[in-house]
């Protein structure tokens, strides 16, 4: 597992101003994608009025996304070079880091390709659950490493090959997590947006979806006190 500080040069380098303008992070869902999640969110997720975080938003385009359709949008980043460009090309101040965030302020929080990044995961899903109110629903993508590329390519699959994986998820593992950090109502959302342009990508997408061996983990849970 790597160390904070080896995590911090990778996010430093991958964060460079050439790659965050020619898309090449590889940190970021990519424009189609996060505005199929812009769309999921606000037609089965977010309600009037609510208040949303979006936990680890990159160079927040899912927030720009969504203050455009009226949302309450805030974003929390770590990497100072995509907090820097939010600001400089979009406008948008992005939180450091989750102190603060007033306990109980939030209904939403958004975790889109987070959490397998994170060293320790419990913590950091108990500091969220503390700032949503109570009922306050997350909603969390990850790779899914019972999916079926990564069933055929096992360590080769890409999602396992990145240095900053540190934790990779199936439905299990991840509903058991939740369950330990306070969450209840935990579900998975079997036909989430699908990632991939055109009939044929989501024809691919919801076949895999059905037999449940998407490449994406979709999962919602609800906070208690």
């Given at each position: 597992m790597p160390t904070t500080e080896e995590l911090d040069a990778i996010y430093v380098d991958l964060y460079r101003s050439d790659n965050i303008f020619q898309s090449r992070t590889n940190q970021e869902s990519g424009s189609y994608a996060l505005k199929q999640y812009a769309n999921f969110l606000n037609t089965h997720i977010i309600t009037p009025g609510a208040r949303l975080l979006d936990y680890g938003c990159g160079t927040g385009e899912l927030i720009e996304l969504l203050r455009a359709s009226g949302v309450g949008a805030i974003g929390l980043e770590r990497s100072d070079a995509?907090?820097?460009?939010a600001l400089a090309q979009r406008g948008l101040e992005l939180l450091q880091g989750i102190n603060g965030i007033p306990c109980g302020s939030l209904d939403i929080v958004t975790m889109i390709e987070v959490i397998e990044h994170l060293t320790d995961p419990c913590t950091v899903l108990s500091e969220i659950r503390d700032c949503l109110k109570p009922g306050g629903q997350i909603f969390i993508?990850?790779?899914n490493r019972h999916g079926f590329r990564a069933r055929l390519e096992g360590g080769q699959w890409r999602e396992a090959q990145k240095k900053f994986h540190v934790i990779l998820f199936e439905r299990e593992s991840l509903s058991n997590l939740l369950r330990q950090c306070g969450y209840t109502q935990i579900e998975?959302?079997?036909?989430?947006?699908?990632?991939?342009?055109?009939?044929?990508?989501?024809?691919?997408?919801?076949?895999?979806?059905?037999?449940?061996?998407s490449g994406t983990l979709c999962m919602t849970a609800r906070a208690t006190k």
């Amino acid at each position: 597992m790597p160390t904070t500080e080896e995590l911090d040069a990778i996010y430093v380098d991958l964060y460079r101003s050439d790659n965050i303008f020619q898309s090449r992070t590889n940190q970021e869902s990519g424009s189609y994608a996060l505005k199929q999640y812009a769309n999921f969110l606000n037609t089965h997720i977010i309600t009037p009025g609510a208040r949303l975080l979006d936990y680890g938003c990159g160079t927040g385009e899912l927030i720009e996304l969504l203050r455009a359709s009226g949302v309450g949008a805030i974003g929390l980043e770590r990497s100072d070079a995509a907090r820097r460009y939010a600001l400089a090309q979009r406008g948008l101040e992005l939180l450091q880091g989750i102190n603060g965030i007033p306990c109980g302020s939030l209904d939403i929080v958004t975790m889109i390709e987070v959490i397998e990044h994170l060293t320790d995961p419990c913590t950091v899903l108990s500091e969220i659950r503390d700032c949503l109110k109570p009922g306050g629903q997350i909603f969390i993508t990850t790779p899914n490493r019972h999916g079926f590329r990564a069933r055929l390519e096992g360590g080769q699959w890409r999602e396992a090959q990145k240095k900053f994986h540190v934790i990779l998820f199936e439905r299990e593992s991840l509903s058991n997590l939740l369950r330990q950090c306070g969450y209840t109502q935990i579900e998975q959302i079997r036909y989430s947006p699908a990632q991939r342009p055109g009939l044929k990508g989501w024809a691919i997408s919801r076949l895999l979806q059905l037999f449940g061996v998407s490449g994406t983990l979709c999962m919602t849970a609800r906070a208690t006190k």
